[in-house]
């Protein structure tokens, strides 16, 4: 939750693909306190059944960038075994042969102030990602 010193921080993952939330992605949350700062590791989460990381800690004061980590290639791999065992004859959907995610990790940074609300959803499929400042 925010302060009047802090900001606070949420995310969750859609994966518009199948159009279901993206459960079991891991997510790790950086700040610094300046363009120019090293990044200090603040704490991460795992997003739940909804995809929603409820309990990412708040940054600390005096933050003025964040970052969040996402690591989408185990939650794709993880799909990619579950489609196929559901499907064991249906034909690939992919042509390049890879597994997981193109993009194994998908990085977010974001400029945030004191006693503000930063809700930052990820929409994620396995060849592309889209992220935008939600409420």
Not at 3 to 14: D, G, P
Not at 98 to 106: C, D
């Amino acid at each position: 939750m925010s302060t009047e010193t802090t900001a606070s921080v949420s995310t969750h993952i859609l994966d518009t693909s199948v159009g279901r939330p993206a459960p079991g992605v891991a997510v790790r949350l950086f700040a610094r306190p300046g363009r120019d700062a090293h990044w200090r590791t603040v704490g991460g989460s795992v997003t739940d059944a909804d995809g929603r990381c409820k309990d990412l800690p708040a940054p600390p004061e005096g933050t003025t960038h964040v970052r969040l980590d996402f690591a989408v290639e185990a939650y794709f791999e993880r799909f990619e075994k579950k489609q196929a065992d559901a499907q064991q004859d249906a034909p690939a959907n992919r042509d390049s042969g890879t597994t997981g995610a193109f993009f194994p990790e998908v990085t977010v940074t974001f400029t945030v102030a004191p006693g503000e609300h930063f809700h930052v959803p990820l929409l994620l499929t396995p060849f592309g990602y889209s992220v935008y400042r939600g409420s």
